[in-house]
Structures are given as structure tokens and as C-alpha cells.
């Protein structure tokens, strides 16, 4: 050091000090360097190293720290939005709780915004409930749920439980805009849970080509497991490309499942049959009632004029209701409503004048105005149409059932053309239409009779032509299946040919089983399904889980409308 040179003290390091802590709670220390400092607020390192709590406290004066402050004193921690699981013993209860809340949403095709509402409201009602607090599941959450939860475990339940030695296959195509919707829908049966029908897919295709359908089926099936020799029946509406001889769905899987059979919609068979019969009787019936129906539907005026006659003439007012050709079960309803209501109806055009009603009601109406005439033409085929269609009404409604088999289809069949038969030998148009028509001129009612003959005549022919009666039709032969009535081997064994299921069975089995189900009857059903070495189990896995009507593929084409309107 040279003479007269001063000496200083060299300055030492500051490092973190922990009781910092208490007086400045937003300061951490920083892992592997002692000299620096995180602020919790700014989110940001700054160094202690040359000042130590200096640093500290000038860091605190500076701009960008009082602004971060400010800020975080006024907006909320997101800290209260969410749950600790490690000290809230609840969370599973709570988690539980929102995906019970969000599937209930989803069974009743409720929007997700009600899920929103529904979750303060329940908070709300149960102020007492930690569980109903902390329940936070709105609109993206609620759907997340849906689409990352549920539905996978949907699917991932159903692949399970469809891994039955048989299962059907259903799919439709229906437009909303100009986007087509394809449900694929499996049908199966187990000793344990008995008939089920499950959708496994719910995809969109701009194509409906036999090609693209049979493309799409089978990747859905092999894309959750699902083998093609597992597959029974097709199930699809009588369109040619589901059903067509030579380039059709049923056809290219029948080509990789021999086995296959063709399970097409009957339920659209028995539609198609009464609308047929309809169009060729001298009334059109359908635009009397869509005619009827148009007339009130846009007007609050003439509705209230409609009351006023109903309370004319005593009679409790119902509203009158509309047809809509592609909906099965919307005709009979319709025509009982016009049935029931016809002296108001009635009266109320009649009312209006030539002028004001409508030209194609007053055409069937004009020949009563001053009404003491006879009964009007209109109202006998009211009277036949709300006797005849209340049938095809009825066998509708019980192929469209949830339990129904394709052990049952044919005797229903069978037992709609006989009555059809018997009522076109015995001239039977039920007892109101034979006392009005009574009431008319012979000449005139008799018109009127061939007519109603005629559509009698019109279904059963459409009948013959569009369901087999024969004894080539399958389902004839496995009719005794259905447990109804006694059979023998010769039947039961017709059954196993016709399914084409003989190398999966053994036959000697098979008859030494029969032997012993003929002597206890009484307890067939129940040997049917518990027995765990019967081998019909087989046998009846194919056959139960046959579908003869497109109700499943429809209400999810109703679902998705009525999801898509409230999104």
C-alpha cells in the first residue's frame, strides 16, 4: 500500500434474512440465491445483496409495486373460487354433487345456462349446506363435464355391457340446416339387465352414400372394441340405401357378417299403410285436418270466437290439433280431437258464410247450413277414421315399446291383418259410422260403405306387399320364442336354422334342455334366463336384441333438435 493511502473496509454481502417476513409479508426468499428477493405481488426477483432491508424498502416505494397493490386490494383473490383438497374434507361430495347436477341437466335436455342458475339457487335454499356453497359449475364447466366425463364413461359403460355374444345395429340420417346427423345405436340383451338400448355414437356426415354409412359403422364399432361378427340385425328405415339388392348398407354388412339379418323399420310399414289406405279415400282427411288446424293457429281471435261456440253448445273446449305426416302417431289423435269436438266445429264454420270460410271446408260443410239436413258425408268418415286408425294407432305404439321382441313382431302382424280381414268380410265400419250411415239415402250410403271397403282392401294389399306373411319370413319361425304357447324341437329347430346360429350351438345339448323344459313348464321363463348352462342363452341374445322400429334413432334426432335450440 503506498505511504499516506487511506484503507477501507471492504463491504460485505447481504443475504435474506426470514424476519423480513413478518414486517414485509409479499418477500420470499429465492431458492439456491441468498442475495435476491421474490416479491410475491409484483411477481418479479429484485437483489439484497448491497442494501439488504434497504432494498426492501425502496423496492416498496417504487411505482410498479404500489400499482400491483392497489390492484389486488380491490379484485378478489381466485383463491376463494377454488377448493383446497387437502384441508376441504368435502371435495369429493362437492364433485359429486356437480356431476349429479350436470347429468341431471343432460337427461332432461336442459340448456346449460339453467345449470348456471340452477347451482346460486341451490347455494341459496340450503344455506346451511357446505356442499351446496361450494358447488361452482356453470356454463363451460357444466359442458366440459359432459364432454370429458360423462360422455366417455357413457360410452366406456356401454362398450362393456354390449360385449354380449350378439348385438344390433340401428342408424338414421336426419338434417338440421344444412348439417346431417347420423345416430348409431346398439340394441342388446343379457340374462342380468335383460333388453337395453344404448346410443354408442352420435356423428356428422356430409354423405349418405351405402359406401360412407357401412364406412362409418364400421369404424365406430372397431373404434370401442365392438367385433362385426358380433352383430345380429341392421336396423335402418326401407329406404334403398339402407336395403337395396345390390349397393346398399345391408348388403356390404352382410358381406363382412353373413350372419346378419335384415331387421328394417315395421313400425314405418304399419305408417305407411293407414296414410296409403287414407289417400284413397274420396275425403282427403289429412288436409281437413291440417286445414282445420291452420285456421285457428295463427289467430287469438278466431280461438276466443271457437270458445264461445264450444260453450254454445255445452261442450268442454280442447284445442284442435295438427297432423304431421312424418310423425307416426300424430293422425289418430288429430282425427279424435275433430271427432270429438264436431258439433263446435262444426257450427263455427257454418257460422263464418260461404265467403269467409275456407272453400275446401265449405265444400264438405255447405250441404248442412241450415242444419236440420242429414248428417254430413265429412262426418261419416270422421266416425270410421277415429274406429279404423285407433288400430294402427295401437300397433304403433307397441312396436315402438322399449320391451318388445322380434319373437312378438309376427303374431302382431299377423293379428293386424286379421282384423283388417274380418272387418272387410263382416262390412264392419264400427257402430257410430253404421248408424249414420243409416241415416243417409241407400244409394248414398252405399257409395259411401264401397269407398270404406276399399281402404280396407288398399291396406291389406299394401301389407302383403311390404311384410312377408310366407313361411320364408324368419320371424315366423322364431315366433315360438316368445314363451306364449307350447312348441316342439321340429319349431325350435327351425328357429336355430333360419338365424344361421347352428355351428355356435350344440344341438343335442339343445334338445336334452327341451326335454327337461317340457315337463316344468310352469317354470320355462325363469330356466330361460338363469340357467347358466342353457345354451340357449345364445340363441336368445341374437333374437332379443332385434329391433323392428326406428324409435330409439328418432328420439335422438327429438334430443338434439331440442338440445340445439336452447344452445
Not at 447481504?14 to 435476491?36: A, L, M, R
Not at 249414420?436 to 280396407?456: E, G, R, W
Request: with cysteine; net charge neutral; hydrophobic share 35%.
Amino acid at each position: 500500500m503506498p505511504i499516506g493511502a487511506t484503507r477501507t473496509a471492504k463491504k460485505r454481502k447481504c443475504s435474506y434474512n426470514k424476519d423480513w417476513e413478518t414486517i414485509y409479508p409479499w418477500v420470499k426468499p429465492v431458492q439456491g440465491e441468498s442475495g435476491k428477493v421474490l416479491c410475491e405481488v409484483c411477481l418479479s426477483h429484485f437483489s439484497v445483496s448491497h442494501g439488504g432491508e434497504y432494498d426492501v424498502k425502496r423496492h416498496r416505494q417504487c411505482e410498479t409495486h404500489k400499482k400491483r397493490v392497489a390492484q389486488k386490494e380491490v379484485s378478489q383473490s381466485m383463491h376463494t373460487f377454488l377448493l383446497k383438497p387437502k384441508q376441504d374434507s368435502n371435495v369429493d361430495k362437492v364433485t359429486a354433487a356437480e356431476l349429479t347436477s350436470v347429468y341431471h341437466t343432460v337427461k332432461h335436455s336442459l340448456s346449460y345456462r339453467s345449470e348456471d342458475c340452477g347451482n346460486k339457487l341451490t347455494s341459496a335454499i340450503f344455506p346451511d349446506s357446505e356442499i351446496a356453497k361450494k358447488m361452482s359449475c356453470g356454463r363451460t364447466k357444466a359442458a366440459s363435464l359432459v364432454t370429458d366425463v360423462l360422455a366417455p364413461a357413457s360410452v366406456e359403460s356401454c362398450d362393456k355391457k354390449a360385449h354380449t355374444p350378439f348385438f344390433s345395429v340401428a342408424s338414421d340420417a336426419s338434417n338440421h340446416g344444412t348439417t346431417k346427423l347420423f345416430p348409431l345405436s346398439l340394441r342388446y340383451w343379457t340374462p342380468k339387465l335383460g333388453l337395453k338400448s344404448k346410443i354408442l355414437d352420435f356423428y356428422e356426415d356430409s354423405h349418405e352414400s351405402a359406401a360412407t354409412i357401412h364406412c362409418q359403422i364400421t369404424s365406430k364399432l372397431e373404434e370401442n372394441g365392438l367385433q362385426l361378427d358380433m352383430i345380429s340385425a341392421y336396423t335402418a328405415d326401407n329406404a334403398s340405401v339402407n336395403y337395396g339388392k345390390n349397393n346398399s348398407v345391408f348388403q356390404k354388412l352382410k358381406a363382412d357378417n353373413s350372419g346378419i339379418i335384415k331387421a328394417n323399420c315395421v313400425a314405418h310399414i304399419v305408417h305407411n299403410c293407414a296414410k296409403h289406405a287414407g289417400d284413397m279415400l274420396n275425403v282427403d282427411i289429412d288436409s281437413v285436418v291440417n286445414k282445420i288446424f291452420s285456421h285457428f293457429s295463427v289467430s287469438a281471435q278466431r280461438t276466443e270466437e271457437l270458445k264461445e261456440v264450444f260453450a254454445f253448445v255445452e261442450e268442454d273446449y280442447h284445442v284442435v290439433r295438427r297432423h304431421v305426416p312424418t310423425r307416426w302417431l300424430s293422425l289418430w289423435p288429430a282425427v279424435q280431437r275433430l271427432h270429438d269436438s264436431w258439433a263446435a266445429i262444426k257450427s263455427y264454420f257454418l257460422s263464418l258464410g260461404e265467403n269467409q270460410c275456407p272453400k275446401a271446408l265449405w265444400k264438405l260443410l255447405k250441404t248442412d247450413q241450415d242444419g236440420e239436413g242429414q248428417p254430413l258425408e265429412l262426418q261419416a268418415y270422421l266416425a270410421f277414421l277415429n274406429n279404423i286408425l285407433k288400430i294402427f294407432h295401437d300397433v304403433v305404439l307397441l312396436l315402438e315399446g322399449q320391451d318388445g321382441t322380434v319373437c312378438e313382431l309376427y303374431d302382431i302382424m299377423l293379428t293386424l291383418k286379421t282384423k283388417l280381414q274380418q272387418r272387410q268380410i263382416d262390412c264392419f265400419f264400427g257402430m257410430e259410422t253404421s248408424a249414420i250411415l243409416q241415416q243417409f239415402p241407400d244409394q248414398k250410403a252405399a257409395t259411401i260403405k264401397h269407398d270404406f271397403s276399399n281402404f280396407y282392401k288398399t291396406a291389406l294389399n299394401y301389407l302383403e306387399k311390404w311384410y312377408d306373411f310366407t313361411d320364408n319370413n324368419y320371424q315366423k319361425n322364431v315366433r315360438c320364442l316368445a314363451l306364449k304357447s307350447s312348441f316342439t324341437f321340429s319349431q325350435l329347430s327351425d328357429a336355430v336354422e333360419v338365424l344361421q346360429i347352428g355351428s355356435k350351438l350344440d344341438m343335442d345339448e339343445l334338445y336334452e334342455e327341451y326335454c327337461i323344459d317340457k315337463y316344468i313348464s310352469d317354470m320355462v321363463l325363469h330356466f330361460f334366463i338363469f340357467h347358466d348352462c342353457c345354451h340357449r342363452l345364445m340363441q336368445n341374445c341374437s333374437l332379443f336384441c332385434h329391433s323392428f322400429s326406428e324409435d330409439l334413432t328418432y328420439r335422438c334426432f327429438w334430443l338434439m333438435n331440442h338440445i340445439i335450440c336452447f344452445s
